[in-house]
């Protein structure tokens, strides 16, 4: 058995661990249950991936995110490790074949939906596999504290009742105290165990630029680092204005937002990667298992409605080590755009019992049936027909989706699969009985491996030009072989789903808590004041507001943001800076004085810096100037 650092040099082809992998992965060897933060871009998959493949028997990876799990299982598989994930989009077929790799096959990762674990079926596979980790990745999730909780994420724990001996190994990247607490509460940790890497990156930059014209500044910004870059907006619609600004601007530049099919969402998401498209403008929703080494900025036009999106966001950018920079571009109208948006948020308890009740009649569902069944969801041609805001009827769906009332699905793709139900020696008698369908299965073995195995991906028009026939008949072949029971075809799909995960209850008993509701909305108010707070103040290094609103104690200073920029035009030093800062503050605090009074109460610093920390604070609006008497600013 190879150990840590002889598996990564196999297959990473690493020489040395980043910060703190190698503790998570000794802590995950030690059965103990774990939280570990690592920063946006730390390295976390190596952190189950190692320790899984140094044991016997299967992890189980859980993830919010489909296009992060397919993501990772292609990685594992073109190194040799065999992992499967089983999503939204596949068949019960499929995920029945796929479980039973799982059991019998060898497989090392299976990677799962926090969904799809809540399914008896899959409980029950878990009951028969060699379990040796459950890893919750983007565990803040599990938080309602959190930016981005998802109630789906609150049964995970579920999973101990089945394999109750087994760690936990939780990973996430931005989480205040009151978060880590709640995420080991909630995934019955056996006793608490963090840790953490530090929030600092170094090589990035915080900027914060407050500008009446942010359209003129961000075109200025994107031709002066001429580097891939993302731009955050906060609506769809902008993220179509800003690209044809940019592109006005002759600046290679794409939209992407979670309204878009999801083919096109991918394609774009590829030209990007391999910069064919320099700028991507986007929602949020371009957000987890986004990994591009060489971005230089991210810019918010908009600004985030929490630091903790902020963060996870700002982090993008940089990931190769290199100097980069994350720009926030803010004015005075943020503050009440922000307070808008936010409120808009939350609906009335009339509004949520009434679109529940129309979403009963488009589907012409009746009382106390429906539980776990889907349904083709299209948003805009529901909005049509109840003369319906889509922004709002969104709000209100995902509500409906955090009481457990429904479950929304963007755009599901999931590509056309075949599986060969018979084995090779019935198959073979098959062909020598039936002539006329041999060269067609003899095609398909050709054409792609496994199909004994497992479902696997193909492409009717592919075949259709091996096959020098149409594509009618190619389908017509796959439906007559199914229809004969040789093999399993499950054609393409692309389309929304909406789950009832409950059966329909009465609108007017809708059990909907007015108090909850509130709750939400004042917390989202105190992460909307923390984040206009972190643009407001320009007298500490941002980096600094950061580690603090995370609850990282450290004195860094960055000397590269915004305000330390400034800061350094001062040639005073932090130390210096900091007792000037406080002697005034404590001075001006109680009364008014002129400078010559300031400088003749502060004996034992030259009066020079003195003035140089003054004219800074002034500029800064940390104190006033009236009538040549300074003051400080409460």
């Known amino acids: 058995m190879f150990n840590a650092k002889q598996i990564l040099i196999k297959y990473w082809g690493h020489t040395s661990f980043r910060p703190m992998q190698e503790e998570i992965i000794q802590s995950v060897l030690a059965k103990k249950d774990t939280l570990a933060l690592l920063p946006t871009g730390g390295g976390k998959s190596v952190c189950f991936q190692i320790p899984c493949l140094m044991q016997d028997g299967i992890c189980i990876v859980i993830s919010p995110l489909i296009s992060l799990m397919k993501d990772q299982v292609e990685h594992l598989k073109s190194k040799g490790i065999k992992s499967v994930a089983i999503t939204s989009g596949m068949s019960k077929d499929e995920v029945d074949v796929a479980l039973g790799n799982c059991i019998y096959g060898n497989y090392k990762f299976l990677y799962l939906s926090p969904e799809r674990l809540q399914n008896k079926m899959v409980q029950e596979r878990i009951r028969q596999m060699n379990i040796n980790l459950i890893t919750v990745d983007e565990a803040h999730c599990i938080s309602e504290w959190g930016y981005d909780f998802r109630p789906s994420y609150l049964h995970i724990a579920e999973i101990r009742e089945v394999i109750p001996n087994t760690p936990i190994l939780a990973l996430t990247a931005t989480a205040t105290s009151d978060i880590i607490d709640d995420i080991q509460d909630k995934l019955l940790f056996n006793e608490k165990h963090l840790l953490q890497s530090s929030f600092v990156r170094e090589n990035l930059s915080y900027v914060v630029i407050n500008t009446e014209d942010k359209k003129n500044k961000l075109v200025k910004i994107i031709k002066h680092f001429k580097s891939s870059a993302i731009v955050y907006v906060g609506s769809r619609k ?296 972190y643009t407001e103040n320009s007298t500490i290094c941002r980096t600094q507001q950061l580690l603090d609103y995370f609850g990282e104690e450290n004195n860094f200073r960055c000397g590269k943001c915004d305000v330390c920029v400034e800061r350094n035009k001062l040639d005073i030093s932090d130390l210096e800076f900091e007792k000037i800062k406080k002697s005034l503050e404590n001075i001006l605090s109680e009364k008014e004085m002129i400078s010559s009074e300031i400088v003749n109460t502060i004996t034992d610093v030259r009066e020079e810096k003195i003035i140089k920390v003054l004219q800074w604070l002034l500029d800064n609006d940390k104190i006033k100037l009236t009538e040549n008497k300074y003051s400080w600013i409460v």
């Open 238 to 533: 902008e993220t179509k204005e800003i690209t044809q600004l940019l592109r006005n601007n002759n600046i290679s530049s794409d939209y992407y937002h979670a309204g878009l099919d999801m083919d096109i969402r991918n394609q774009k998401q590829e030209k990007w990667t391999h910069n064919e498209i320099r700028v991507m403008v986007a929602t949020n929703a371009f957000g987890m298992g986004i990994d591009k080494d060489n971005v230089r900025i991210v810019v918010h036009l908009s600004t985030p409605t929490s630091l903790e999106s902020y963060f996870q966001e700002a982090g993008r950018a940089g990931r190769d080590g290199t100097l980069a920079y994350a720009i926030l571009l803010t004015n005075k109208s943020d503050r009440i755009d922000l307070s808008r948006f936010i409120l808009s948020q939350f609906p009335t308890v009339q509004e949520i019992r009434g679109c529940y009740q129309k979403i009963a009649d488009y589907f012409h569902i009746a009382v106390d049936t429906a539980e776990g069944e889907s349904f083709e969801f299209n948003i805009n041609d529901f909005c049509e027909r109840y003369n319906l805001k889509t922004y709002k009827t969104y709000n209100i769906l995902k509500y409906l989706e955090k009481e457990e009332f429904i479950k929304l699905t963007d755009s599901i793709h999931s590509p056309s699969k075949l599986h060969f139900i018979v084995d090779n020696t019935e198959l073979y008698r098959f062909q020598v009985a039936n002539m006329h369908y041999d060269s067609f299965i003899k095609l398909l073995l050709r054409s792609y491996s496994g199909l004994f195995e497992n479902y696997v991906t193909i492409n009717e028009q592919t075949l259709s030009s091996r096959f020098n026939s149409p594509p009618s008949q190619v389908l017509d072949l796959l439906e007559k072989l199914q229809q004969l029971e040789i093999l399993k075809y499950l054609p393409r799909t692309n389309a929304p789903k909406l789950v009832f995960t409950k059966n329909r209850a009465e609108a007017s008993t809708l059990r909907i808590s007015e108090e909850i509701l509130e709750k939400r909305k004042q917390l989202k108010k105190q992460k909307m004041e923390s984040i206009i707070a």
